[in-house]
């Protein structure tokens, strides 16, 4: 989840930005949000003869999901406000409203982005962290965000929910020595050394539908399920902080929530920029 949040923005923002123009826009996303329960939007465009998009990207593609879900938002809010509720906004308020809806913590979203004209799968690639970095890369990879380790850790709690493709942890579950071994059997089950790339397991085996601090328990216990899951605890500078998530509930849920307001300080769209799309999926 939280590669998708890095898509987030914040400057010049307010968090009653639609008080007055669609003063029902986030009961709205909420509602829709829940049910389904189950930046700049620009990972939201399909890909076009000019570009290719961010969907389509190594670390998205069969991975990332729940398109559907702003789709039915953004319909829903255009019907109420046309041309006003951003499909960035509208990422960013799920983001949050769906974290609430799995048990997480909540935040104060900021307001007023808007939209992007363009994707970049190559930006992706080159951009979002693989789940088979080190930590040194992990921690580098999002300094250059200005996150720091604190917040790439905090972050990257976010995988008590969610789950992940076989060709991205296949690797780790039959070459490497720090994983459980009847962690490693289990994950097997469903990945086997050859064909099925595309199969699912849990990130968070052990609370999968709870956004909780599940992740950082089964870290501790050598159940990460990507490399850079088990980088965070390896005896490396980082174990401290995720011992202390996976007994301090609530020491997580702030920073996370901390971690988020500060990952939506990166480079909005505001005032002229960019646009209003009518369809999350196609520029206007």
Known sequence: MFLLLSKLAFAQLSSNHYANTCPKALSTIKSIVHNAVGC?????????????????????????????????????????????????DILAVAARDSVVAFGGPSWTVQLGRRDSTTASSSAVNTNIPSPLMDLNDLISNFAKKGLSAKEMVALSGAHTIGQARCLLFRQRIYNETNIDSEFATSLKSNCPSSGGDDNLSSLDASS???????????????????HSDQQLFNGGSTDSQVTTYSTNIGTFYADFANAMVKMGNLSPLTGT????????RKIN
């Open 40 to 88: 700049d939007a620009s990972v939201l465009l399909d890909d076009t003869s000019s570009f290719t998009g961010e969907k389509s990207a190594s670390a998205n593609v069969n991975s990332i999901r729940g398109f559907e879900v702003i789709d039915s938002v953004k319909s829903e809010v255009e019907s109420l406000c046309p041309g006003v509720v951003s499909c960035a």
């Open 208 to 226: 999968p539908v709870l956004f909780d601090n599940g992740y950082f328990r089964d870290l501790v216990n050598n159940k990460g399920v990507f």
């Open 273 to 280: 920029d960019g646009q209003i799309r009518t369809n999350c």
